[in-house]
Nanobody, 123 residues
Framework: QVQLVESGGGLAQPGGSLRLSCAAS????????MSWARQAPGKGLEWVSG????????YYADSVKGRFTISRDNAKNTVYLQMNSLKPDDTALYYC????????????????WGQGTLVTVSA
């Protein structure tokens, strides 16, 4: 069955960096758009970034553009989120998600989510 397992969260200082990973299994990873989303304490889910199946296109929420970089390694069935210049507002539970359909688009539905990894940005 489909599994998405995030890792790499933790405590970072403002201005610091973290790299999140999401290991995928149970489907043909290289065929699907993958994305990251986050949920801050007491707030709703916010989409953060997405990447096409072959990595040829990436897109970001305005709140993270220029600071976060999404990438993927299809040989390792893993998607990453490099987070730089972290701010306290980036504190959230970060989820990776698999697109429902095996085609590339900026607008996709998601059918599987990981359990999340917690990122806390604080001095």
């Amino acid at each position: 069955q489909v599994q998405l397992v995030e890792s790499g969260g933790g405590l970072a200082q403002p201005g610091g960096s973290l790299r999140l990973s999401c290991a995928a299994s149970g489907f043909t990873f290289s065929s699907y758009v993958m994305s990251w989303a986050r949920q801050a304490p007491g707030k709703g889910l916010e989409w953060v970034s997405g990447i096409y199946s072959d990595g040829s296109n990436t897109y970001y929420a305005d709140s993270v553009k220029g600071r976060f970089t999404i990438s993927r390694d299809n040989a390792k069935n893993t998607v990453y989120l490099q987070m730089n210049s972290l701010k306290p507002d980036d504190t959230a539970l970060y989820y990776c998600a698999k697109a429902r359909e095996p085609w590339d688009s900026d607008y996709v539905f998601y059918d599987y989510w990981g359990q999340g990894t917690l990122v806390t940005v604080s001095a």
